[in-house]
């Protein structure tokens, strides 16, 4: 079955280029929910802000530490565990749990690969709920990574690692 996939219309002078191979898109949205957008000045030296304003921030490399800046790895760690906080509150819902005081760590590292790019991301996803321990929390986080956008986004594409951390309350000495 064919499906048509709605496609972003072109201003005037401008010329819509998009993205083939393997790293495309390959599920199209069926109905947008939210849509945003971002604007760069001056790379990793420049800044960002939001057309509505909600997010304008000054950006240096990792490296640097300038006060009152950040970074696209910071910027992309924040969201993909905020997502991903999401993704878990709304899977435990289904399953009948409570899952709103869960703690989302979203490691992103930038590094260096062998391909053509020369570098790329790794992210690691770290999760505690407490009165829960690690193995029961493991399945949890297997279903919300299939829902959550980031991790769809991803996919393929970056390296994600999911940690579940015991609760230390749940903890039980087997060395008796």
Do not use: I
């Not at 219309?9 to 401008?14: D, E, K, T, W, Y």
């Not at 020369?118 to 770290?126: C, K, Q």
């Not at 929390?137 to 959550?148: F, G, I, S, T």
């Amino acid at each position: 079955m064919l499906h048509e996939q709605r496609r972003p219309l072109s201003a005037p002078g401008s010329v819509l280029v998009e993205q083939d191979g393997p790293n495309a898109m390959t599920v199209p949205l069926t109905r947008s929910l939210y849509r945003t957008t971002a604007h760069a000045a001056g790379g990793r030296t420049g800044s960002v802000r939001t057309d509505d304003g909600r997010l304008d921030v000054r950006l240096a490399p990792p490296r640097k530490k300038v006060p009152g800046t950040t970074n696209p790895e910071q910027l992309f760690a924040a969201g993909f565990a905020a997502c991903f906080t999401s993704a878990l509150a709304e899977v435990a819902a289904e399953f009948g749990a409570d899952a709103s005081a869960a703690q989302v760590a979203c490691e992103v590292q930038l590094g260096t690969t062998d391909t053509p790019a020369g570098y790329g991301l790794a992210v690691t996803l770290t999760v505690s709920l407490p009165g829960w321990r690690a193995a029961d929390l493991q399945p949890l986080l297997h279903r919300a990574d299939a829902v959550c956008p980031y991790s769809q986004a991803v996919r393929g594409n970056v390296p994600l690692t999911l940690l579940a951390l015991d609760d230390p309350a749940t903890a039980t000495d087997d060395r008796a």
